[in-house]
């Protein structure tokens, strides 16, 4: 039997308010700088020049367009369903809701992939770039206390060290969780600031880096493919495509602050919708200028491909501020990553299939601090000891995942629920989905073998989980949910 949250009960929850619950802060524009938030972070800035070097050379600018078209497809999925059940559980609940428990699970399960991991992997970067920042004040961190304790590093002198632990990562987790704890109005406030900051900056390298492109950069265009599959030609622009397809995750944390929106029939697709479109012209116009100031070659195997452009101006204070952008950047993805996460197990405890304990609310923040803090210990965990590139690759597939899963919910409930009302409804129904699954599941398919391994282990640890705890504890298969009453008329 097939134990399938019914959506009546999900809406009066999304209904509730008071002790106990969420509170409800966010307006559409603070949802979609939580987008922004989300998305502009080490994608556009280390991942560009990758694949403009490795891929697809100047067409990187087509590669971004493919990754938003699949992205778009899902977005527009996850708008109908956020905007349909407003829960914080995201497409964990939308799952719930159509493809039963335990499908529910693997996706709550995964999500910690996209989320936890997310936010360990950009705060590696981040703590690279405090690096570069501290370094214009003569600052230095020892190495040792940078990098996990699988890493090394020459010194100037020749001596090569070991890690000890990436402590900057650790840091910026905890100090975020904290604010988290705080409250969301503040967080989002925090939010604001950080993303006003790295788009004015982006906007800034866009308008300055324009003047000075170089047009011979741009022939040929799709430089010609190598003999083997990815390496440039068409082959390569599409394997650019999942290569920044990292940059546009973020955009669907927007649907985990459904129950601390103020209006989130209205706010979720324009935060979904909205943050993905702001972050696509900005993807674009930002990529073909990075590839007209310097050559597509010039970022082989480059850290900070932004820098490598830059030198191409004559305004070498612009580094300065892309290193400010950066970390700015990177700490408002750490923030909505780190936010998501506790607000999906906030969900799946609610729903019995996690200890109760991450779904307590502080009586006076109204926040779930006790996930905050329980994931400020995991990601802390895995941002301090775990070297970047295994964190980032778990990430990509985790999030393609979700994003299958949610375009084929969409199509099991406009058949199982035709008549529930959709403030928001995704267009051409089923080729939106359809093309989102077939989009989603390419990109799943060029990444590496390992990574595949990788989520099968950690898909395994979520099965033993579910079946030694979660199936014994569901409040549905106990038969505790039940509708929440509505409130007794008034007496005649
Ligand atoms: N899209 C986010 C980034 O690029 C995860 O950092």
Redesign the pocket.
């Known amino acids: 039997m097939r134990f399938k949250k019914p959506l009546d009960v999900l809406l009066k929850e999304a209904g509730e308010s008071g002790a106990g619950t969420l509170k409800r802060t966010l307006s559409s524009f603070n949802l979609v700088t939580m987008g922004i938030g989300?998305?502009?972070?080490?994608?556009?800035f280390s991942l560009t020049g990758l694949a403009a070097a490795n891929n697809a050379g100047p067409a990187v600018v087509i590669s971004f367009v493919i990754g938003a078209i699949g992205c778009a497809f899902a977005g527009l999925c996850y708008a109908e369903f956020a905007s349909m059940i407003p829960i914080a559980g995201s497409a964990y609940t939308y799952s719930y809701a159509t493809m039963g428990e335990f499908v529910a699970w693997i996706i709550g399960w995964d999500l910690v992939l996209e989320y936890a991991l997310?936010a360990a992997t950009?705060s590696i970067s981040w703590s690279q770039y405090l690096i570069k920042f501290l370094h214009l004040f003569g600052l230095q961190i020892p190495p040792q206390w940078t990098m996990s304790p699988w890493e090394t590093a020459a010194q100037a002198n020749g001596v090569v060290v070991h890690g000890y632990m990436n402590l900057p990562a650790v840091f910026v987790i905890v100090c975020l969780s904290l604010l988290l704890i705080r409250g969301s109005r503040e967080s989002a406030f925090v939010n604001n600031l950080l993303v006003i900051l790295k788009v004015a900056v982006v906007l800034v390298f866009i308008g300055v880096g324009w003047q000075f492109i170089n047009p011979s950069n741009y022939h040929p265009f799709i430089p010609d493919n190598t003999g083997k599959f990815g390496e440039f030609g068409w082959s390569g622009v599409f394997r650019g495509a999942g290569v920044v397809f990292?940059?546009?995750?973020?955009f669907d944390a927007v649907s985990t602050a459904a129950q601390e929106a103020k209006d989130p029939k209205r706010g979720m697709p324009i935060g979904i919708i909205g943050s993905l479109l702001v972050c696509t012209v900005l993807y674009v116009l930002f990529s073909h200028v990075m590839t007209g100031l310097a050559n597509y070659k010039d970022f082989k195997d480059s850290a900070a491909p932004v820098a490598i452009a830059i030198e191409k101006t004559p305004y070498a204070w612009l580094q300065e501020g892309i290193i400010v952008a950066i970390l700015c950047g990177?700490t408002s993805?750490i923030l909505v990553m780190l936010m998501g996460q506790s607000r999906i197990f906030f969900t799946m405890s609610k729903d019995g299939l996690l200890p109760k304990v991450f779904s307590k609310v502080h009586s006076k923040f109204q926040t779930p601090y006790m996930s905050n803090l329980f994931f400020a210990g995991f990601v802390s965990l895995f941002a301090a000891f775990v070297p970047v590139r295994v964190v980032g690759e778990m990430?990509s597939i985790g999030t393609l995942f979700a994003f299958v899963l949610v375009c084929i919910g969409i199509m099991v409930m406009r058949k199982s629920d035709p008549n529930t009302p959709r403030p928001f409804r995704a267009p051409w129904v089923p080729f939106v989905p359809i093309a989102g699954v077939v989009i989603c599941m390419a990109m799943m398919i060029s990444l590496p073998g390992d990574t595949w391994i990788r989520l099968a282990v950690w898909m395994a640890i979520g099965l033993v989980i579910y079946f030694f705890y979660s199936k014994k504890h569901s409040l549905i298969r106990k038969g505790v949910v039940s509708v929440p009453k509505d409130p007794e008329p008034p007496m005649a």
């Open positions: 989300a998305i502009i972070g080490a994608g556009l997310g950009v990292f940059a546009f995750i973020g990177y993805v990430v």
